[in-house]
């Protein structure tokens, strides 16, 4: 039987949306909070698809990445306050789809098989990887070689852009200062090269910040690397 994860406070809303996916033959699990759904997902990770109800998980956003890592059952996040800002920051967190939170269970029956048969759709094309790379206010076209940050282009030297394009393509992981150095210098780097790095990021970090100063996008890990993420 197929069987969909609920991460959702509110038990009224739960038992009418299990009712109306119960007339096709498929259950609900519930739970209350990200953390569960953490746990849930490594006992049983079969699940047809996972939907938030942000309205009542309010800090979901902080556990979605670690829930993407771990599986790749596609995630729907519904709201009934619905923003073309909020929209971008879960799907760049890892969600496939984000809607307004339907009025009644079978609208949101009818629209979670609408993004299923999408995603079915989006499966079946030849994979060809993204030329750009978008992640919160941050666009890098890899073939122009071209950065924007909230609609303003950043100029960037050679070595910065190599940097952001490494961080933002492994985002969410933390890069140590030797997979940086391998990368960017190739292995027959220096210990000069570790200090130009270091140098490098420092500028990368504020030019970055000269145009969306409201957030810092690359975060240091003492002692470790560096991890680019919202």
Known sequence: MD????IDKDTAIHEKTAAEWGKYGISVIRVDTMQKAIKQLTLKGNYLFIIINEDTIPGFITKLSTLRNITDTPIFVMSS???V?????????GADAYGRLPDQPKHNVLLALEVLKAQERWAKRPHRPLDILIHGEIILSKTRRKVFVNDFEVSLGKKEFDILE???SNYGCVM???QLLEEIWGETYSEK???VLWRTINRLRVKLSEQYPVHEYIKIERGVGYVFEL
């Not at 069987?3 to 609920?6: K, N, P, T, V």
């Open 193 to 195: 090269d570790a200090d």
């Open 81 to 83: 306050t619905y923003t």
């Open 166 to 168: 490494t961080l933002m």
């Open 3 to 6: 069987c969909i994860l609920s």
């Open 85 to 93: 800002e909020k929209t971008v920051k879960a799907m760049s967190n």
């Open 176 to 178: 140590e200062h030797k």
